[in-house]
Each structure stands twice: as C-alpha cells, then as structure tokens.
C-alpha cells in the first residue's frame, strides 16, 4: 500500500507541466515565404497559420470571411505590406487589439524600384479595387514604385527573420529565448543558403531569359542574373497582338535562351512566344505553390529557382 501510495505521489509531481510557459501565441502569416521564416523561428514554440495557401496569388486577392475571422482573432499578422497583401489592408485596418507587421518596413530590409521600362510589363498591384479601396489605398502613403517581392533576396530574409523573432519575443516574453535561438539558427542557415545558391547559379551567369511577371528582380540582383524583360502581371488579362510582337522580336535579338511561365498560369502564352524561335520553356515559381507548409518552404522555394534556371538555361 505505501509503496503504491508513494507511486502515485511520484506520478502526480512528474506530469508535464503543461503551458508552464504560457500558451502558444496566435500567428497569422500572409504568404507561404513569409509562413516559413515565421515558422522557422516559433519552432518549438508553436505554429503559424498561413492565410494564402495553394497556387493563390496576392495580386487582387480576396479574402475569405473565415480568413477574416482568423486575422481578427490573431495577435500578430505577418506580412510583406500595403504593395503586396492590398487584401489585407483594409481588413487589418478593423482589427481591433491585432498587432499588424509589415516585414517590408523592417529595420535591415532593402527594397528595390519597381521597373516600369519597356521590357518590363507595369506590376499594378490594384487593378481588382473599387474606385474607394484604391483611394483609401493610396491615401496617406505613395507605395506605387516599391518592388514588393524582397522576400526573394535572401539577406532580406535574414532581417525578416530578426524582426519576427523581436515582435515575437515583446509579444510572447515568455518565450523569447527560443524565439531568439531560433532566430540565431535560421539567419546562420539563410547566410549558407546565400552562399550555396551564388555557387549553383555561376553556370548561368550572363545567359539571358524572359519571366512571366516581374517577381524576381530580388533575386536576380543577389545572384547577378541577366533576365531581359516580363510578359504580363495577370494572364487573365490577354496580352496584346503588338505586345507578343515585341516580346517574340526581343527573343529574337537578344538571344533569349528561356521563357519561363508560374505554376499558377497557363503555359500556353508561353508556348506561343517561343514558336519558331529557338528559345526553351521552363517554370519559375516565386511563392512556393505547391511546396508544404513549414520552416523548410522557404530554403526549397530558393533551391527550386535555382534548380529551374538550371535546368532550362545550363547547357
Ligand atoms: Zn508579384
């Protein structure tokens, strides 16, 4: 009897202490890159929820009211900002006690122009917005010619990955030493990362290649690329006789060796670009699609860019 008695004291003082550091905070995270770095740095500690899932783009996207409910009842979104997520400005603007993070903003983030050149079709984030969003839009900030798509350098992630892990850590204190540990980790990953998709691109360095919308002008920078120009922002919207004539000349003259469409368009403009030329297709995906939701989506996005240059530009 005493020994059993003595068991069940034994038992009773070594349950886990469940939530002794407090619950799991409520994350909100806007796209799969950003869900990732978010992820990766509340591993242990939790798991985000990403709102944009599968092949959706935030170009004019439209959320749901069971996405809204989830944005209302988080503590912290993460998102890229006002140029990309339009979807989610004036939502957030309502929440009330929703502490919103627009990681393009964040202290160390390097942001581009957008390019608006000939060969660069406009990147017009609004076409979707009624006359009032647009106005409100606008209203109070000129963000028209920020390139939004920073996710795409990974230095930029790293101070992505420094601003989620000190919102994280002022929002959840009691956490803070794995959010600041995983931080630490992950940044040391992104700098091996940077170091190992410089050595994979070296072989198509200076081979020249046309994307379907203009997302990797990020990208293209960190790893010194020689893409020459867009298609179209919305393959939705038919791209015009005089501008495929353009595009089909310029494959032309510039020795174009790729065109690459996105998962999430139908290749067939593609296909008619290169006809007749001698000019490959290939798919680049600058979301990350179809790739799982977690810490690692964001390396395999990367290491999939790389992987699709190679394979359409290496000879
Ligand atoms: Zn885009």
Redesign the pocket.
């Known amino acids: 009897m005493n020994l059993l008695y003595a068991l069940s004291i034994v038992m009773i003082v070594c349950l886990p202490s469940s939530g002794a550091a407090g619950p799991d905070p409520n994350v909100v995270a806007s796209i799969k890159p950003v869900h990732a770095l978010v992820a990766g740095v509340m591993q242990g500690v939790g798991e985000p929820v990403l709102l944009l899932k599968g092949g959706a783009?935030?170009?004019g996207y439209n959320l749901r009211p069971s996405e809204v409910q989830s944005l209302n009842q988080a503590q912290v979104v993460f998102w890229i900002g006002r140029e990309?997520e339009t979807f989610l400005i004036k939502p957030l603007g309502n929440a009330v006690g929703v502490r919103s993070v627009e990681l393009l903003r964040a202290p160390g983030v390097e942001t581009l122009p957008l390019r608006e050149s000939g060969n660069w079709e406009p990147?017009a984030?609004h076409d979707d917005d009624d006359e009032h969003d647009h106005a409100q839009a606008e209203a109070g900030h000129r963000h028209s010619d920020v390139d939004?798509?920073i996710w795409l350098d990974p230095r930029n992630a790293m101070a992505m990955v420094r601003q989620i892990g000190a919102v994280l850590s002022e929002v959840d204190p009691d956490h803070k030493a794995d959010y600041q540990r995983n931080a630490a980790a992950l940044s040391e990953r992104l700098q091996q990362l940077e170091q190992s998709l410089q050595k994979q691109l070296e072989s198509v360095r200076g081979k020249p290649y046309i994307v379907f919308?203009?997302?990797y002008q990020y990208f293209e920078r960190r790893f010194a690329l020689t893409a020459t120009g867009s298609i179209t922002?919305n393959s939705e919207r038919p791209v015009g006789a005089r501008r495929i004539q353009d595009i089909r000349e310029r494959i032309e003259n510039n020795q174009v060796i790729c065109v690459f469409s996105e998962p999430q368009f139908k290749p067939t403009l593609v296909e008619t670009l290169i006809k007749d030329s001698s000019a490959k297709s290939g798919v680049l995906d600058?979301l990350g699609a179809d790739l799982p939701e977690g810490p690692e989506a964001y390396f395999q996005l990367l290491n999939n860019l790389a992987a699709g240059l190679r394979a359409c530009l290496g000879i």
């Open positions: 783009s935030p170009h990309l990147h984030h939004a798509h919308h203009d997302a922002l600058p």
